[in-house]
């Protein structure tokens, strides 16, 4: 009896590998680009808080120097659209005293970006002469 030889070809892959190696690397593509997108939004956060740190050290700056450092409260607005606050509080002192010490509080709330954006808040003890 003679024995058949029965013809098997392993040159190529199944459909079901090729189907299984297209899950994995789309499932490994998904998670990437979800990767991503939470990172930019991170930056995008970041970014925002860069600049309200910087206009509340602006705000900070200018108080005592180009505006009077009056106690009370005041708010307003950047051109970019995010909104500042600060309270000026003096503190004790006595007449001799050539100049004034204020307690100023800035609080900067950038414009929603992403999500709800955290507020910056600085805190600062200036002294000013006598003349603001």
């Known amino acids: 009896m003679a024995e058949m030889a029965i013809a098997n070809d392993d040159n190529g892959f199944a459909l079901v590998e090729i189907l299984a190696a297209f899950t994995i690397l789309s499932l490994f593509l998904a998670l990437s680009f979800e990767g991503l997108i939470v990172s930019l939004q991170a930056s995008r956060k970041a970014e925002g808080m860069r600049r309200a740190?910087?206009?509340?050290?602006?705000?900070?700056?200018?108080?005592?120097?180009?505006?009077?450092?009056?106690?009370?409260?005041?708010?307003?607005?950047?051109?970019?659209?995010?909104?500042?606050?600060?309270?000026?509080?003096?503190?004790?002192?006595?007449?001799?005293?050539?100049?004034?010490?204020?307690?100023?509080?800035?609080?900067?709330?950038?414009?929603?970006?992403?999500?709800?954006?955290?507020?910056?808040?600085?805190r600062t003890l200036k002294i000013t002469d006598g003349g603001l």
């Not at 180009?66 to 607005?77: K, M």
Request: charged fraction near 15%; charge should be negative; hydrophobic fraction near 40%.
């Open 53 to 122: 740190l910087i206009q509340a050290e602006s705000k900070i700056d200018a108080i005592g120097l180009t505006e009077q450092a009056l106690p009370g409260f005041t708010s307003g607005s950047f051109q970019d659209g995010a909104k500042w606050t600060s309270v000026v509080r003096p503190l004790p002192q006595r007449k001799s005293d050539p100049f004034h010490a204020f307690w100023i509080e800035v609080t900067v709330s950038p414009q929603a970006s992403v999500g709800h954006p955290t507020p910056v808040i600085l």
